[in-house]
């Protein structure tokens, strides 16, 4: 897969499964822009790829969970970018409970529904412009990946 001069945001990038993803994503040469409320983990992450990466990687600290975040985010995201070709939406809660269906606490469920539906959505909301650019400049569909689990 080929991903130059493309500008991709990933959530949850310092998670197990957004690390392999934001890896892969720089490999393809796209550009990387890495949300996380982890933020030692952001900078961890960035400070251990090679140099050509670390130019590559814009790496922004935002708890999904919080809307004032997401706001802030997404206008630091605006100012440092003119357009955004994908979104791979991968951020999921570690709080959360564990085990099977009936171990999930209501609380737990809520957050869930509210990282992997309403904050995607409020994203996708702020950086429509972004993405609707990336499409002309490119000449492709910008692309929304959702990767979601309870």
Known sequence: MK?????I??????????????NEILKAGAELILISRNLKNLKIYKNKLPSLYQKKCFIAH????????????????KLNYKNINGIVNCA??????????????????NR?????????LKLI???????INGSKNSKNLSSIVNVSSM
């Open 9 to 22: 945001l990933l959530t949850g990038g310092t998670g197990y499964i957004g690390t392999e993803i934001a």
């Open 112 to 120: 869930s529904i509210s990282l992997n539906l309403f904050s995607p």
């Open 125 to 131: 909301t702020n950086l429509k412009k972004l993405l």
């Open 92 to 109: 999921y809660s570690m709080e959360r409970a564990h085990g099977n269906i009936e171990s999930i606490s209501h609380n737990d469920f």
């Open 62 to 77: 935002c708890d999904l969970t919080k809307e004032q975040d997401i706001e802030k985010t997404t206008k630091l995201i």
């Open 3 to 7: 991903l130059n001069n493309q500008t």
